[in-house]
């Protein structure tokens, strides 16, 4: 922009010393070209000199080093946290017992060392045959001396089969007494219904009866 500026003032100068005088050819000065152009030109870069120490000087940035890349660490595979497995769910034993009909009814009456056999009907509604082996046990209650009955054979699916135990009754206490039995495996897991046996000792002896069975 100074550069033209400083043209544009040179030639106009010129221009005004041509033209002063009008026809008056004393009056008009004479103006040597080379002397004009060593002006222009000096006063051109004197100019420069001028622009230049006017700007300020830029300061370059220095050139940034790239960080060098670290390699990611190798995790131990020791380090890393189990991976918890889901717990598996029991499945459920396919053995199964229900009550069919019973003989020597609830509350029957016994002399204290009465003995008498109480026989359970039984059917195997499970999806499993019972091996034998398998253990009709006492669980609770009273035995009344009943011991464990352990079948002879295998019981089919659907099957039903007459478990008994011989008892004799108490002679040490009276009233009612309740003996509860339950089919189990050979190795001792219990399944099925939980029957029992209630005497009432105290009474006259006892008539074994069946009762109606209740399985079609």
């Known amino acids: ?74 995790t131990s595979a020791a380090t890393l946290p189990p991976i918890s497995q889901a717990t598996i769910a029991p499945t459920k034993s396919c053995y199964s017992m229900a009550f069919v009909s019973e003989t020597i009814p609830d509350k029957t009456p016994m002399t ?38 352990t079948l002879p054979s295998a019981v089919a699916v659907n099957a039903i089969v007459e478990l008994s135990i011989a008892m004799t009754a108490p002679t040490t206490k009276t009233g009612d007494i309740r003996g509860n039995w339950r089919m189990s495996t050979a190795g001792g897991q219990f399944f099925g219904d939980e029957v029992y046996v209630i005497v009432t000792v105290g009474g006259s002896a006892a008539t074994a009866t069946a009762t109606k069975a209740s399985y079609p």
């Open 1 to 74: 922009m100074f550069r033209n500026k400083l043209m544009t003032i040179l030639i106009a100068g010129i221009l005004v010393l041509t033209a002063c005088g009008g026809s008056d050819a004393n009056l008009t000065p004479t103006v040597d070209p080379n002397a004009l152009s060593t002006q222009v030109v000096e006063t051109f870069a004197a100019g420069l000199t001028q622009t230049a120490v006017a700007q300020p000087t830029i300061q370059l940035f220095p050139t940034l080093t790239p960080s060098p890349t670290f390699a990611p660490f190798a």
């Open 112 to 149: 204290p060392g009465q003995t008498f056999t109480k026989t359970w009907k039984v059917v195997n509604n499970g999806s499993c045959a019972w091996d034998a082996g398998f253990k009709f046990a006492f669980t609770g209650g009273d035995a009344m001396s009943g011991v464990t009955y």
